[in-house]
């Protein structure tokens, strides 16, 4: 069965069902949705009017038997950052877009009216009617009130309250096996789907078939097993992750001197042992929670968990470092009940975990509550909800927060919040940061993995030396990553196992009868961050966008009294490529 390319008119609210264009043939993930949006999305379009596309792709290898493989990709004109943006998820929906033969969802144009509509996607085509008994509610709600949670032929993609109001910082949700949510987070895409007036979008693959077709059974059956040997056999992606979800950072990054403290004072918290990986991994095997969880169905090193309170009851999953450190240490909130409390109500209201907690700190720093404060951030998170004036700020993101109180430390790049690793300490972090094509974001170019984790050799984190080099290498292999459906977190294993990369590259030529070669999946990583420059380029953005706020080179960071010491030139230096 041949893929097919949906395009959703929302103007006139009308549908085509296209052929794939020969140059976008190979692509998936993350280079496809860049490559059409950068193609059909005027650089210069408001991010929330009619010339924006939303545009919604299944990895390459998604809906296979590839391990850790169904991550999917949105990607449009952010409204947070004015760059071009890709977020990936977990969840169901890359699996059954990959095996109803949709290479990509294409939503452009806006409705005349303020209606809402919904989308019911088919392996037929795509059925538009207009919503009106789901609006206003969260998206845990929506799930139940559709029914669909226990339907695993039924995929979901759908915004809460802050999606509606297209506010900077709403996220897209999709549905995951078990009836929860994951999320598409990063630069306001929500906003985006919400600017179409489209409150949910059904993926229903009832009729498609159960498998994908492969060009080659047996070379890809070999190929998968020896890479699930690679993942299972790494002491991150086989052991740690599943035992300790990504909290177990918390401790080590800690340790190092990197764990940003009361909105970036200093790089230790006191009361990170109570929030730390360790700490809840206890804590939900005594509850009778599970410490270990998949995201998504076929995910060998299962990072998330559920997370349930004190009586055993649900709270959330998919609790995340980065979240437990913005609104843990960053606001200095050492309660993780508190904090699962907080991440649900997060997802359900449909908004970027990141930006919001983050902005939280921000919220701290101006005075509207005190730093610590746990029961005064829930407060806020319900004037978010309820969309008041203050809700609405907040709900715009850190940046927004910050200009609105005159706020001078602002942990942005890009007007996207600095996740939960500090530049000063961590410094190839710090230049994934600033050369990031969609704003400040550790998964684009992960060097963790090396500066601290010792994956693929070391790089010193509190040295310039090979900082530059260290990020280039590990943006080209993450777009590649990305494009292929697969979770980031695989990077430690091919880092450190040259069977990884061959046996990676081996699926894709198994799966499409190519013969492509690991340069040639190089270079197409390359081409992927270079097209995602040229169209930040073309929307008005050039190199003086990619630096960090200047108190990282004005405030020493302890314990190590370290400063952001990158001249202008040599992190330019990055797209020398
Ligand atoms: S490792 Fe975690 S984030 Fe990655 S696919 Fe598995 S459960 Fe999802």
Redesign the pocket.
Known sequence: MAEKIFRVNMSDLSVKIEEVPAAWRGLGGRALTSTIVAAEVPPTCHPLGKHNKLVVAHGMLSGTRAP?S??LSAGAKSPLTGTIKECNA?GTASQLLARMGIKALIIEGLPTASQFYALTVTTDGVEIKPENDLIGLGNFEVIEKLEIADNKALGLLSIGPVGERRQLAANISVKDPDGKI?SLGRGGLGAVMGSKRIKYIVLDATDAPRKIALADEEKFKGAAKTFTKVLIDHPV?GTS?GDY??DVLVNLINEVGGFPTRNFRTGQFEKHELISGEHMSELMKSRGGKPK????AG??????QVYVDKEGNYVTS?FEYETIWAMGAHCCIADLDLLAQADSIMDDIGIDAIETSVTMGLAMEAGIIEFGDGPGLLKLLQEIKEGTPLGRILGSGAGATGKVYGIRRVPVVKNQAIPAYDPRAIKGIGITYCTSTMGADHTIGYTIATNILKCGGFVDPLQKEGQVELSRNLQITTALIDSLGF???IAFAILDDEKGLPAMVDMVNARYGTSLTIDDMLDLGKKVLKTERAFNQAAGLNNAHDRLPEFFADERLAPHDAIWDFSDEEIDEFWNF
């Open positions: 850790s169904g991550r977990g994951r992606s992750l979800g990504t969880h998949g995201c998504h995910c060998v090193m299962q990072c998330s998919g979770c980031l977190f």
